[in-house]
């Protein structure tokens, strides 16, 4: 007669809790499941659309060195402009173009303002310069801001940005806000 062996209390509540044990006859191990998963879906790219569509009148006067610019869309308040020029909004981003062509500073100019209004930014500062090395004391760069900022789709308002950021040599620009970021708004 065999005797049955004796397990202690841990040993009895792990045989308990394992339940009948089989023996595995084959000794390879399958690490792929039989199926493959679903492939994901690529995101498609957002159709680039032209963002300088708005139309500007023909009679935008030449800005000289310490010209100042201002601009407000169709439909808003002048307090807007007023509340931008005192800092009401804060500063969420900048950027300079100091030195740049007029055909960089488009690109640097385009992409920027894509990025903040993607990004939520509403209030940016972009630094142009006065255009001292200009010819004709007629700055490039300031004037081309002036007439792509109008143009542009998604700039509600832009004025000269106070002594302490710049001057004449820079421009306050309020953006609209993201269709991403409505619902934030209505829900708070």
């Known amino acids: ?103 960089a500073a488009l690109q640097l100019l385009l992409d920027f303002l894509q990025h903040s209004v993607e990004n939520g930014k509403r209030s940016v500062l972009i630094v142009h310069g006065k255009g001292y090395h200009s010819p004709d004391n007629r700055p490039v760069l300031k004037n081309d801001l002036n007439l792509w900022l109008r143009q542009h789709q998604d700039v509600l308002a832009f004025c000269s940005a106070p002594q302490r950021s710049g001057g004449a040599g820079a421009v306050l620009v309020l953006l609209r806000l993201s269709h991403k970021y409505h619902d934030i708004d209505e829900q708070l």
């Open 1 to 103: 007669m065999t005797k049955k062996p004796s397990f202690t209390d841990d040993e009895q509540l792990f045989r308990a809790s394992v339940g009948k044990v089989k023996a595995i006859k084959a000794n390879t191990v399958i690490l792929k499941p039989d199926t493959k998963p679903r492939p994901i879906p690529l995101a498609k790219a957002m159709e680039q659309l032209d963002p300088l569509q708005n139309p500007v009148d023909n009679s935008l006067e030449n800005l000289y060195q310490e010209d100042k610019m201002a601009f407000l869309a169709a439909g808003l308040q002048k307090n807007v402009l007023k509340k931008l020029r005192k800092g009401y909004y804060g500063l969420d981003a900048d950027i300079d173009l100091h030195g740049l062509s007029s055909r």
